[in-house]
């Protein structure tokens, strides 16, 4: 299971650290990947980390302002955000894929296992 934590209202140009909880003891087999939601738009995919954490992948809408990363001892992974914009604001969510080492991208609806969604808002 996932738990997306950290979402929150926040001011444009602020920052927010999202969390990404696992419980079972596989969670370094695992990529992980951050989607969100607005409001009657589609699920859009924001990033995604490797199982080692040496490749990171990102949207483009948040390129340069959102950093992924991974602590596998403690099998949580994070998404840092700063520099929010009002166009950020959706529920965000966490997804796993297991893959074998040297897979270090997958597709968008490969993803097997989802957090609830965590929401965050950014007021201009």
């Known amino acids: 299971q996932l738990q997306a934590s950290g979402g929150g209202l926040v001011q444009a140009g602020g920052s927010l650290r999202l969390s990404c909880a696992a419980s079972?003891?596989?969670?370094?087999?695992?990529?992980i990947g951050w989607f969100r939601q607005a409001p009657g738009k589609e699920r859009e995919f924001v990033s995604s980390?490797?199982?080692?954490?040496?490749?990171?992948t990102y949207g483009d809408s948040v390129k340069g302002r959102f950093t992924i990363s991974r602590d596998n001892d403690k099998k949580t992974a994070y998404l840092q955000m700063n520099s929010l914009k009002p166009e950020d604001t959706a529920v965000y969510y966490c997804a796993a894929k297991m893959v074998i080492l040297s897979v270090t991208r997958v597709e968008n609806n490969e993803f097997d296992y989802w957090g609830q969604g965590t929401q965050v808002t950014v007021s201009s």
């Open positions: 079972g003891p596989l969670f370094s087999r695992y990529l």
């Open positions: 980390i490797s199982r080692s954490g040496g490749t990171t």
